[in-house]
């Protein structure tokens, strides 16, 4: 079945620490990929997208994500992080025009 | 962004009962909306599309008599959660999108508790 993958569950990292998150997709073909937050208490938000064109993607508060066709993932990235990053992150695939699947979330802690 | 309103954030329940949530876009016209449901420690599964005027299409294992999807406007969208029992207990999300921008938003989620 097709599916989305994060692998990391819970990170916890102190502030000004690298974070990247991983993100593997099982589709085959066209596939657009996003990146979703969800602060405590707060709906779901939309930190970056990739469609097509440059596979290093840049979204806002300082995010990036770089699709990886060959290894079918989309990892997020961030040098340096802040303490109002802690968050719930959400990868998406979207195969052509269907449906949005999900992954099981990463939860990130920011020590300050 | 676009905002999509969802109303209530929480509500508790006798078993039983039903339990309306509405889902609304408010500065935009959607044309289909997307509800989930969200388990803890869990992804968002996808319940049911709705297309304004057209009825609801269910996800495989979802009970359409359960979960009533009603989109009869541009900008709202309910789930009516009918006999709430215990294990529909859970966090329901609402997602729209307008036209053919992929580009889905997303409510702040009502969490359901069922007593």
């Known amino acids: 079945a097709q599916s989305v993958s994060q692998h990391n569950h819970h990170v916890i990292l102190s502030e000004a620490a690298s974070l990247e998150l991983g993100c593997n997709y099982s589709y085959g073909g066209t596939v657009n990929l996003f990146w979703y937050v969800q602060y405590p208490g707060q709906h779901l938000q939309l930190l970056l997208k990739y469609f097509s064109g440059d596979p290093l993607v840049k979204g806002i508060k300082g995010f990036e994500a770089e699709f990886i066709k060959s290894k079918f993932s989309f990892n997020l990235r961030k040098p340096s992080v802040q303490w109002s990053d802690t968050a719930e992150y959400f990868c998406a695939a979207q195969p052509g025009n269907e449906k949005l699947t999900f992954g099981t979330g990463t939860r990130l802690t920011i020590i300050p | 962004g676009a905002v999509v309103s969802q109303h209530p954030s929480r509500v508790i329940c006798k078993s039983g009962t039903s339990v309306k949530i509405e889902c609304r876009s408010l500065?935009?016209?959607?044309?289909?909306m997307f509800w989930y449901r969200q388990f803890p420690k869990q992804s968002l599964m996808l319940m049911a599309t709705s297309n304004e005027g057209s009825k609801a299409t269910y996800e495989q294992g979802v009970e359409k008599d359960k979960f009533l999807i009603n989109h009869a406007s541009l900008t709202l969208s309910t789930l009516t959660v009918t006999s709430a029992h215990p294990e529909d207990s859970s966090f329901y999300i609402c997602?729209?999108?307008?036209?053919?921008?992929?580009?889905?938003?997303f409510g702040q989620g009502t969490r359901l508790t069922v007593v």
């Open positions: 500065d935009f016209q959607a044309t289909t």
């Open positions: 997602s729209a999108i307008t036209g053919r921008v992929t580009e889905a938003f």
